[in-house]
């Protein structure tokens, strides 16, 4: 199994920043991906950037020039600096492990990008 944790989310005005964190723990050396989605109540879950083992990234074309995904592989650690936010980044943010057999997702946090 694969343990997920994210920090750093919060309430943050229009064009400031924050960074997100997803801590992993368990079978890490399995991930094949991380990926950032975030999801507003009453819409789908969106995908926002991945970032895969071979250090490989994608982000959706809404993010794109404002957020980057990176990792820390001696933290365990993936990141999701969001820059320039705009009030409709404002989500609940999820990270998620891919493996070749499963999914594992941590419990979210919130940004609230607001005046």
């Known amino acids: 199994q694969v343990q997920l944790v994210e920090s750093g989310g919060g309430l943050v005005q229009p064009g400031g920043s924050l960074r997100l964190?997803?801590?992993a723990s368990g079978r890490i050396?399995?991930?094949n991906a991380i990926l950032?989605?975030?999801q507003v109540p009453g819409k789908q879950r969106e995908l926002v950037a991945e970032i895969t083992s071979g250090g490989s990234?994608?982000?959706a074309d809404s993010v794109k020039?404002?957020?980057t995904i990176s990792r820390d592989n001696a933290k365990n650690t993936v990141y999701l600096q969001m820059n320039s936010l705009k009030p409709e980044d404002t989500a609940t943010y999820y990270c998620s492990a891919q493996?070749?057999?499963s999914r594992y997702w941590g419990q979210g946090t919130q940004?609230?990008?607001s005046s």
Request: aromatic share 24%; with cysteine.
């Open 21 to 23: 964190s997803c801590a």
């Open 99 to 101: 493996l070749v057999d």
């Open 36 to 38: 950032w989605y975030r």
């Open 57 to 59: 990234t994608n982000y």
């Open 111 to 113: 940004v609230t990008v």
């Open 29 to 31: 050396f399995s991930i």
């Open 65 to 67: 020039g404002r957020f």
